[in-house]
């Protein structure tokens, strides 16, 4: 076969693109996925959508496949005495359950270019846990169902400042002590 460079540097593109697309496939893309969350002590089962039964022990987490519209769950303690039976819509790519109706918080952390971390607290919403007030903004949620996030109650914050010309939010769900704990080292009162 003759020499051709044209050949050579479409070889070298659809491989360069090959190996971007499988670099971002394996170790930058965010999986999306839906959890039970179960921060008691308590261990329950639950049925989603009259599937098979799932069982989420104490301060644990559980992947589930949740299918996008009405999607229902029923709930048993653990000697499986039925607690409630209930419906929720599901319109996005992840999301959490609260089995336990107990208390969340969504907060948002920014990034960016010349971001005054303390300016911007003072600026944004105070919330009241436990009769004490945080700055910040985070939004308390205790019902069914949320996908009002981006980061699960597993995942953390990026490390990395993706784009430093602009100041961009992340919003992430923690439980309630994890919310605490995270605001005590990253606001360091």
Known sequence: MKNNPSLKGLLVAVVVFVGAFAVYNFLLAKKNYYVVDNPTPNTYYYKINNGDEGIVSAGQFVYVDLKKGKNSIKVFDQNKKMLYDSAFEVNKIRGLINIAHKDYYINDQYYG???????????????????????????????????????????????LIKNIQKVESRSKIFRKQDYLNYYKEYYKF
């Not at 971390?117 to 007030?133: M, P, Q, T």
């Open 113 to 159: 270019y010349n971001l005054k971390k303390d300016s911007l607290l003072l600026a944004l919403d105070k919330i009241k846990i436990d009769g004490k007030e945080y700055y910040g903004g985070a939004k308390h949620f205790n019902k069914l169902y949320t996908e009002d996030f981006y980061y699960n109650v597993d995942e953390d914050y990026d490390q």
